[in-house]
């Protein structure tokens, strides 16, 4: 007997405080000089704590969010050190590196490195002290990887940027450059500054994002200035100043202040780009009250620079990495389910009829066709079972296609246990193989569902020989902001010799439906006979 059902597979996205938006701050509480590295499929926020005597690294399957999130000690302060400022990780040669400022006597620059560098929540070592000789103080390193494929380390000392071409990640060469001094109006509220280097990179150009102004006062900023990855940094006549004016500065209208001390990451494909920074929402409140915050910044399609959004309050609800991935699938799941549905309707408002035309033995799901051209032209069974084949194999391949779609979205992402099972995600259109067990004279079939099910998650109904699977199961996240629906259906019907009201269903530890009843005697198939076909003696 043959026998052919398709599933349908419903996968329902959803989370308590909605995956898709979100507000600032990421952070609660003083959080200034934040910095974030995408490391794996994590993102690590690293910050000054315990009164600035402590570097604290977050870790979070969201950019957006850190609250709650778990954190590890990567550096403590013995005596004689305070005030550990602006902690950036870098990876830098397959090894991760922590550079900061720590005050010895003075503020000196210095870094620490992992014992693992696929762990940032794991052990680092001592600090290295950073440009030992050098006559002045220094704060906020940061690692230029230019396109020459030399590495530069750029700080802020003499109230403006330095830079020094690198022999390795903890040691530099002898020769600086003072690179930016402050002059303009923005770059003086207070006090004339540039600080907090960092480097981002677009179309062959780096681009150095640094802070101007006092960053305990409102109108800390944000400027821009840039060089072509094949010429030299260590020339100052190599870069282009940028305009005369920030690129981020204080957003009156939406009450944010104190703009400033920017570090950037990715989405986790790497198409998108997002700002990590501090403000306050106070003019005058400042001095901790630096939160961190987040906004993505876009990429100018003529000129390549980057373009800056003006920065969000805490009632400005801003879509996430989440929102645009998420619009694409649940389009695309919109199309195939209505390919399903169209399926469904096609085919399976169907009835079974008995094929004696071609020899051969056994029950046939035979569709009838909704559309008029199949309706009133004779379409042979073996024909549309053909049909209904092809369509099912079609959409097997876009439902695979959109599988790998949500794949790369990272199940980290989602923080969902189980998420990615495929299995459970979506059982995909097959065609079932039920038997006779000959020795048992029973007729058994196995219907595959997925270990993670449970006999409390599945619903078996039996009608008029059409037998249904429902399954459905909520999960929720480790930290209890989102869950998850997996939701499915699969219909079959059942032989006419199978005795329906002794019918049994077993789910097995393998994660199999196993169905099973006993058959009259008598219903056993006879074993094929050999046929004689004529020999023509010529």
């Given at each position: 007997?043959?026998?052919?059902?398709?599933?349908?597979?419903?996968?329902?996205?959803?989370?308590?405080?909605g995956q898709?938006?979100?507000?600032?701050p990421?952070?609660d509480g003083?959080s200034?000089?934040p910095?974030?590295?995408?490391v794996?499929?994590?993102?690590?926020?690293?910050?000054?704590?315990?009164?600035?005597t402590?570097i604290?690294?977050?870790k979070s399957s969201r950019?957006t969010?850190?609250?709650n999130?778990?954190n590890n000690t990567a550096?403590?302060?013995t005596e004689?050190?305070?005030?550990?400022?602006?902690?950036e990780?870098?990876?830098?040669?397959g090894?991760?590196y922590?550079?900061?400022t720590m005050?010895?006597?003075?503020h000196r620059n210095?870094?620490?490195?992992?014992?693992?560098p696929e762990?940032?929540?794991?052990?680092?070592g001592?600090p290295?002290k950073l440009?030992a000789?050098?006559e002045h103080?220094?704060?906020?390193?940061?690692?230029?990887?230019?396109?020459?494929g030399q590495k530069?380390?750029a700080?802020?000392?003499?109230?403006?940027?330095?830079i020094?071409?690198m022999?390795n990640?903890?040691?530099?060469?002898p020769s600086?450059?003072?690179?930016?001094l402050?002059?303009?109006?923005?770059?003086?509220?207070?006090?004339?500054i540039?600080?907090?280097?960092?480097?981002?990179?677009?179309r062959?150009?780096t681009y150095?994002i640094?802070?101007a102004?006092?960053?305990?006062?409102?109108n800390?900023n944000?400027?821009?200035?840039s060089?072509?990855?094949d010429?030299d940094?260590m020339?100052p006549?190599?870069?282009w100043?940028g305009d005369?004016?920030?690129?981020?500065w204080?957003?009156?209208?939406?009450?944010v202040?104190?703009?400033?001390?920017?570090?950037?990451?990715t989405?986790?494909?790497g198409?998108e780009?997002?700002m990590?920074?501090?403000?306050?929402?106070?003019p005058?409140?400042i001095?901790g009250?630096?939160?961190?915050r987040v906004d993505?910044?876009t990429?100018?399609e003529?000129?390549?620079?980057?373009?800056?959004?003006r920065?969000?309050?805490?009632n400005?609800?801003l879509n996430?990495?989440?929102e645009?991935?998420l619009?694409?699938l649940?389009?695309k799941?919109?199309a195939?389910?209505?390919r399903?549905?169209?399926?469904?309707?096609n085919?399976?408002h169907?009835e079974?009829?008995r094929?004696?035309?071609?020899n051969?033995?056994?029950?046939y799901?035979v569709?009838?066709?909704a559309d008029?051209l199949?309706?009133?032209?004779y379409?042979?069974?073996?024909?549309?079972l053909?049909?209904?084949?092809?369509?099912?194999y079609d959409?097997g391949?876009?439902?695979?296609?959109?599988?790998r779609d949500?794949?790369?979205?990272?199940?980290s992402?989602f923080n969902?246990?189980?998420l990615m099972d495929?299995?459970?995600?979506?059982?995909?259109?097959e065609?079932m193989?039920?038997?006779?067990?000959?020795?048992?004279?029973?007729y058994i079939?196995n219907?595959?569902?997925g270990k993670?099910?449970s006999p409390?998650?599945?619903?078996?109904?039996?009608?008029d020989?059409?037998m249904?699977?429902e399954?459905?199961?909520?999960q929720?996240s480790?930290?209890?902001?989102?869950r998850?629906y997996?939701e499915f259906?699969?219909?079959?019907?059942l032989p006419?010799e199978v005795?329906?009201?002794?019918?049994?269903s077993?789910?097995?530890p393998?994660?199999?439906l196993?169905?099973?009843?006993?058959l009259p005697q008598g219903a056993?198939?006879e074993?094929?006979k050999?046929?004689e076909?004529p020999?023509?003696?010529s």
């Open positions: 007997m043959k026998y052919i059902f398709f599933s349908i597979c419903i996968y329902l996205l959803g989370g308590v405080n898709g938006t979100f507000k600032n990421i952070f003083n200034p000089d910095s974030v590295l995408r794996g499929n994590y993102y690590y926020l690293t910050l000054s704590t315990a009164g600035e402590a604290t690294v977050f950019l969010d850190f609250r999130a778990e550096y403590k302060a004689n050190q305070r005030n550990l400022w602006a902690p990780m870098h990876s830098v040669d090894e991760l922590i550079y900061f005050d010895v006597g003075d210095h870094v620490i490195k992992a014992d693992d762990n940032p929540m794991g052990n680092w001592p290295i440009l000789d050098f103080a220094g704060i906020d390193g940061s690692v230029l990887q230019h396109g020459n530069y380390y700080w802020a000392s003499t109230w403006g940027i330095w020094v071409k022999i990640a903890t040691a530099v060469g600086r450059v003072f690179l930016r402050p002059t303009s109006p923005w770059e003086c509220d207070d006090v004339c540039n600080e907090g280097p960092f480097f981002i990179y677009n062959g150009v150095l640094f802070s102004s006092s960053t305990f006062f409102p800390y944000l400027g821009m200035m060089i072509e990855g010429k940094p020339v006549s190599n870069w100043y005369d004016k920030p690129v981020f204080r957003n009156d209208e939406e009450s202040y104190t703009t400033g001390h920017a570090t950037f990451t989405s986790p494909d198409t780009t997002w990590v920074y501090h403000a306050t929402e106070d005058v409140q001095n009250y630096r939160v961190a993505k910044i990429w100018d003529v000129t390549g620079r980057p373009v800056f959004p920065p969000s309050g805490y400005h609800t996430s990495y989440f645009s991935t619009a694409a649940r389009s799941f919109g195939l389910k209505q399903f549905d169209s399926i469904s309707s085919f399976f169907s079974s009829q094929n004696k035309e071609d051969m033995r056994g029950d799901l569709p009838y066709y008029p199949a309706h009133w032209g379409v042979h069974p073996l024909d549309q053909s049909r209904l084949d092809r369509d099912l959409l391949r876009e439902l695979s296609s959109w599988d949500f794949h790369a979205l990272g199940s992402m969902r246990p189980g495929r299995n459970l995600f979506c059982p995909m259109v065609s193989k039920p038997g006779i067990d000959e020795k048992s004279g029973k079939m219907v595959p569902l993670d099910l409390e998650d599945l619903k078996i109904s039996l009608k020989r059409v249904t699977i399954g459905k199961k909520e929720k480790e930290d209890g902001r989102s998850s997996h259906m699969r219909k079959f019907t006419e005795k329906t009201e002794e019918v049994k077993m789910l097995t393998e994660g199999y196993k169905i099973e009843a006993p056993l198939p074993p094929p050999p046929k076909i020999i023509e003696f």
